[in-house]
């Protein structure tokens, strides 16, 4: 039984750059590579990410497991909230 936090595949990108992201919402995505935030427009995506994409986050122990529908990260940060202010 996967122990990571599980992710839909649907909301994990790699943007033109290379950067594997998951999609936070609001233009707001995290590096999965560095855990670092990080702004991005819908033109910043290149493509969903791929099983031998995410193999190599897999090797580089960023990513417990997955399958067609899940991946399963270890622990991610949260994500930066506004403040009313």
């Given amino acids: 039984m996967p122990s990571g936090m599980p992710i839909n595949r649907q909301w994990?990108?790699?943007?033109?750059n290379g950067t594997p992201v998951f999609d936070w919402g609001d233009g707001l995505a995290q590096d999965l590579m560095s855990g670092?935030?990080?702004?991005?427009?819908?033109n910043d995506i290149s493509h969903p990410?791929?099983?031998?994409?995410l193999e190599m986050l897999k090797r580089a122990g960023r990513v417990e497991r997955f399958d067609?529908?899940?991946v399963y990260v270890f622990s991610m940060p949260e994500p930066p909230h506004r403040t009313l202010d």
């Fill in 49 to 53: 990410i791929q099983d031998n994409e």
């Fill in 36 to 42: 670092d935030f990080l702004d991005y427009e819908k």
């Fill in 12 to 16: 994990i990108y790699i943007l033109r």
């Fill in 68 to 70: 067609a529908g899940q």
